[in-house]
């Protein structure tokens, strides 16, 4: 391991003055891509905690998947006109990440995985004194998993000692746990099995462990706890008093008639009222499944508003307010209006909602068949967003003076007493996925929009703060560059460089810059290309051309495709590992990532897959740059699966890279990945696969017996026998993608004594995280494609 982290460390060169040479990225580049986790400004504005997230060749373990990023991560501080420094001493080590800033700024919430132990501190953050906490934290997976009641007392949710959440377990548990059955089987003495159940079975499958909620009181660190529960989110009311939890309790029955949503869960939802100072718990009796990510307080902190799904009719939803005080649960009359459920990435349902002058307001339809945000009310309901153009499901703000909601790229006030108002073009961004994994969770990304009386808004390409109230705009004019996080006087901004380099500035100033080796690469920018899909419709694909001098000939074309989003430009500074485009230009070949959107192919992905990749590269071809008649199809996951069903239905490719992808989706509809059939406790692993295939990327729209032709036409491992060119799939042995999937393919391939190649990763998961099996990856790769397809 040493050995590998010298040779990967050789690829960090120092920058002499004045040097100009241009070199190629390489694996070691990739391997030593740098990056930022969340970035989250004090109160008060005066301090900038964010985290560094090491690159994948100074981390010490892999085994962590996605989460490998924390186990080298650093907290780093930024005040006033200071450099950024670590927050913590260089004692503490490294595998920190940002929790939330306490209400006075004085202390931060914080995070650590070290050996397999996730634990929380509290840091002072002036000195980076730290008090570690005793037990497991849980993880804000969900929505919230810890909230600051005051600057001396924090609540949180502990999981039980030494259970890890499941997303830090399944890199290493799933072999651990094979390994230690096969030794009780070896002595004989111990039973080595997992058991499963459905239908009047069901109580057999094994439960997650409960959860404790707990609170933190300092300056000392006690921990008491309040209560316990299958708890996974958590919201408390503006005063203090309450606390909203929900989670997950028994199995739950469903109809076998209706799709599997990718992200459904297969228990209950439900909800629990923590009176914190009293100790008292409640359970308030909602008699159907609570709905997801929901949990909005009302202003005064005295009322709860949530969802529930209504039992008979699918897609419905239930308005529901709480009352705890009274212990009163009322089910607020919709007066005719259909909500919109929002569908997550995995396409679970929300209802979205939320409260303006102590009244709910919701996103629903009317009859008119029009989505708005409508204030509820006993007798009736009003539209808030009449005369404008349909607005966005989600808030960007609430506040006393109105709501901010998004349409058509303009930001909007929403008033009871008043028609909506344009107050200028979207200025903020959405939260990086990494912060939603130990701050604020998914919930945040549908619900609990942020409580301010003003947000930023840009105004003739100016950004500014405004009032919400009265549109007044105030304050100094914020900087280029996305915003990371903001206060009434304060700004932190990520920008990137034409070097693909990226730093975070402070009120205007740099105070941290990543891969100063990006300067001296040579990284090649795409050129739009635009064209018209089968119906007439514009989209636009990206080429990337090798430097002139690489080859005398036209090189040949890798095809990236990946099916149903729009494409978009390349980013090194993001580090893709399974399909790098700029590793493959600097091989030599031109790269076309086409636009296989497809909107009208849902139900049917394969359909039509080589001709809609086939009329990008088409398109491509009249630009020239590259030999079209040796093309190379390479995708990863669902790009995978496109990659082969385009090389059944053509012959046009020379070679096919199909990396983790599913290609059988009969058996991909049933069968387990491997972390989720050894710990079937972190829920019965049928909902996710079978989702996916039904209504997720799949889209199937039921299982394989409702329509076995569907199913049959649209997976390329049952249509193997057209496929001519030669094929490599790869695959990870852990991969939730089970790799029985590349396996069938490399069977069906293998009996037809067709040109395949198969390699399996062992204990890595949907991307690659071992740095050794990165290199021999792409190492393999391009050994393999000089051979099936010269030129390259």
Known sequence: MRTIALVLASAVLTIWPGCAVADPFTVNDLLNVESFGQAVLSPDGGALAFDHLAPAAEREVHQFDYLDRMVGARVMLARGSDEARPLLEESEGRGHVLGEWSPDGERLLIYRLKDRRLSAGLA?????????????????????????RGPDELIMLMRADEDLPALLRMGWQAGEGLQSAWERTQH???????????????????????????????????????????FDDMEMSPDGRYLALAGFSQTKTFDPAKPFLQGEIDRRRTLTILDIDKGEVWEPPIAADLG?????????????????????????????????????????????????????GLRMDVAVADWLDGAPVFYARSASGRADWHLLGPDGFRSLSDGMPEPSARLLAVSPGGLLVEAQGGVWRLKADRPPLRLGDVAATALPAFERLFWRGERFQYNSAPRTAWWPIAREGVRRRVQISDGRGFGAVLPEGALASFTENAAAMRQTDSRHREALLLDGRQVARLNPRFETIDFIEPSPVDYEDKKGRSIRAWLYRPASNVKAEPPPLIVVPYPGSEPSPDRPAEGHTPANVQLMVAQGYAVLIPNVARPDHRGEPAKDMAEDILLAVEAAAASGGFDRDKLIVWGHSFGAYAAMAAAAQSDRFAAVIAANGPYDLISAW????????????????????????????????????????????????????????????????????????AEEMFSALYRQQKDVVLLTYRGEGHVLSSPANIVDMYDTIWSWLRQVVPGG
């Not at 069901?202 to 529960?229: I, Y």
């Not at 799904?309 to 709480?322: F, K, S, T």
């Open 670 to 741: 049933g069968q387990f990945g491997l972390a989720a059939g050894v710990a079937p406790e972190d829920g019965a692993p049928v909902r996710a696969r079978a989702g996916w295939v039904e209504t997720g990327q799949g889209g199937m729209g039921g299982p394989p017996w409702s329509d076995p032709e569907r199913y049959i036409r649209n997976s390329p491992f049952l249509a193997a026998d057209r496929v001519s060119a030669p094929v490599m799939l790869i695959t990870g042995d852990r991969d939730y993608v089970p790799h029985a999937q």
């Open 124 to 148: 002072k953050a002036e000195t980076g004194e730290v008090v570690w906490l005793p037990g497991t934290p849980e993880m804000a997976l969900w929505g919230r998993a810890a909230q600051w």
């Open 188 to 230: 004989g003495l111990e039973p080595s099995r997992t058991i499963l159940g459905g239908g009047a079975f069901t109580d057999l499958n094994p439960q997650s462990k409960p959860r404790r909620v707990v609170k933190v009181s300092l300056p000392t660190g006690e921990v008491s706890t309040l209560a316990e529960g299958p």
């Open 292 to 344: 997801a990510h929901l949990l909005s307080w009302s202003p005064c902190g005295r009322r709860l508003l949530t969802w529930r799904r209504e039992a008979q009719q699918a897609g419905e939803a239930r308005l529901v307010r709480i009352t705890p005080s009274e212990r009163q649960v009322e089910n607020l009359p919709l007066h005719g209006l259909k909500p919109v459920l929002v569908k997550t």
